[in-house]
T-cell receptor
Framework: GAVVSQHPSRVICKSGTSVKIECRSLDFQATTMFWYRQFPKKSLMLMAT?????????EQGVEKDKFLINHASLTLSTLTVTSAHPEDSSFYIC??????????FGPGTRLTVT | RKEVEQDPGPFNVPEGATVAFNCTYSNSASQSFFWYRQDCRKEPKLLMSVYSSGNEDGRFTAQLNRASQYISLLIRDSKLSDSATYLC?????????FGQGTELSVKP
């Protein structure tokens, strides 16, 4: 099956620093990748849709200058949380889509900002 | 009103029980839906796709009622390993909208 990896799986950083999370599709090309965040006991919330070679589409309420998304190749998208604050602590999950209507999720990245 | 709304749960059932989860959606134009399961601190994993009136896969049956904008998931002969959070997901033109999830705990 389609495999999506994320790195790192867990990161702890100090307030004010930036953190980059990578999402890779390992055995397929993904023209579209999605970034979600999930707070404890809550559902996944779509943050942005990332298309290879173009700007990401952000959901309402998501600051594009704070959550920088780059989708430079068909197998890699990155999410950079800039100037992280404790309220950014969350579980960030990416998914990749090889074709319409199928999404395969990465294992997630747990971010803790101290 | 939430776009995708699920039973709040949690559901605590004994092994072997049959359990049903309900889900409603608000966008009448949506064509496809999914049930995902999510284990604690893990990513969601696809359980079933629901494109027409419903489908069955072993102990799992999903049903879709477009008139009522309602989706259900039935688990028969529940196992301890079925314990997880079950997420109802609506596909809105390639964008997945997740329900808040229903937690299931199967006890021996």
């Amino acid at each position: 099956g389609a495999v999506v990896s994320q790195h790192p799986s867990r990161v702890i950083c100090k307030s004010g620093t930036s953190v980059k999370i990578e999402c890779r599709s390992l055995d397929f090309q993904a023209t579209t990748m999605f970034w979600y965040r999930q707070f404890p006991k809550k559902s996944l919330m779509l943050m942005a849709t990332s298309n290879e070679g173009s700007k990401a589409t952000y959901e309402q309420g998501v600051e594009k200058d704070k959550f920088l998304i780059n989708h430079a190749s068909l197998t890699l998208s990155t999410l950079t949380v800039t100037s992280a604050h404790p309220e950014d602590s969350s579980f960030y999950i990416c998914s990749a889509s090889p074709e319409a209507y199928e999404q395969y999720f990465g294992p997630g990245t747990r971010l803790t900002v101290t | 009103r939430k776009e995708v709304e699920q039973d709040p749960g949690p559901f605590n059932v004994p092994e072997g029980a049959t359990v049903a989860f309900n889900c409603t959606y608000s966008n009448s134009a949506s064509q496809s839906f999914f049930w995902y399961r999510q284990d604690c601190r893990k990513e969601p994993k696809l359980l079933m796709s629901v494109y027409s009136s419903g489908n069955e896969d072993g102990r799992f049956t999903a049903q879709l009622n477009r008139a009522s904008q309602y989706i259900s998931l039935l688990i028969r002969d529940s196992k301890l390993s079925d314990s997880a959070t079950y997420l109802c997901v609506e596909n809105q033109g390639g964008k997945l909208i997740f329900g808040q999830g229903t937690e299931l705990s199967v006890k021996p």
